[in-house]
């Protein structure tokens, strides 16, 4: 008897769809490792487009002004389409344009206010282009991914609905697979009264975990722009080791202290199913690569991580009391509540600080909330940096000639805020 042949997830980020030539790489390997047997294709948006689309939202929030922006956005989407062939003309069907009016015609009628939501409604628009050409380009079925992937109203970072996903995914997708492949958005979600939301920033890889959840995945292949799963960024660290495998919890961790390999949800979702993820490279897709899956293993190699873009705020309670239970679930409601993330945290005897990173906008919020309270000071323009499986020659390489303004160490774990260094490349 013939076994039935499992399902496959490949998930290409930005840089794997950044031009025509990364599409013609991308189906490529969809034809070279996606085959025999049914496989879903999650793309994010193509390039940078993400940030362009941050941008020329903002400017039409605000009321600016956006047409150069947008005229370039919609120039190189339709530029990449026209050199795979895949125009709206050649095909008689209009999807790009009607995607780039509807598009052009949201960001014309913004609404002040409800800045998250109308976000989502714009943002999104980088993977629905994505997707159009890439599926043209592979002549796959294209699905809206907005309409199976089912989350709360968090606009920016909607919360997965999971049975009502289950459901509707496992109720649409084995037919269509049956068809040939499939090519979906990453990132993005749907409510339930069908508005758009996104996942975070990063979140196509998430999307590959949900739907591999849901539909049983034999296993997710991340294709990325490096060999596998690095101990380091090589784009801001020399000497880079790639880990063959690791263990689901390993990456949580990494992932969870900003490593920029894995968008941090993606794993549980494959940890509680055992489905293994594979971190591939579609420049080189015959290298090993890294799984990660249930494994043991013995040290690992330090994996070095650098957030940049961080403040240090600190709270002082105006009356000189102590730092107390009572302050503190007042200042975590009031963090919650502007969603900023604590990445580290200390406290003395009258001042809290916490790391978070920078954002005018929420740090003014939280000083509108706290001010009556606290005395609030911060400092920008910092650097989170994080060891983990850290060693003295680890610590030594990354502190040398810093000033250490906040520092932390754990069994495994050791952390340190400093100063911006202009992005500097560490040897
Ligand atoms: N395009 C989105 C972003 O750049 C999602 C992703 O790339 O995973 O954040
Ligand atoms: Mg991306």
Known sequence: MQEPQQLRIFKFGGASVKDAAAIRNLVHITQTYGQPGPLVVVVSAMGKTTNALEEIFQLAHSGQEYTAQLTALRNFHLQVAAELGTTDEATGTPALAELLEQLQDRLATLQPGDFDKQYDQVVSFGELLATRIVARAMQAQWLDCRTLIRTDHTWREGRVAWPATERLLTSILPERLAHGPV????FLGGTSSGQTTTLGREGSDYTAAILAYCLGAASVTIWKDVAGLLNADPKIFADTVRYPEISYQETIEMAYYGASVIHPKTIKPLAVKQIPLLVKSFVDPAAEGTVIHDCRHGLLVPALIRKTGQCLVSFESKDLTFISEENLEVIFGALAQVRLKIHLMQNSAISFSVCTDFSAYRLEKLLGVLREQFTIHYNTGLELYTIKN?????????????????EQRTRQTFQFVCRGGENEWIK
């Open 183 to 186: 090519v979906t958005q990453g």
């Open 390 to 406: 850290y060693d003295a020659a680890s610590i030594r390489r990354l502190t040398e000639g810093r000033e250490l303004l906040l």
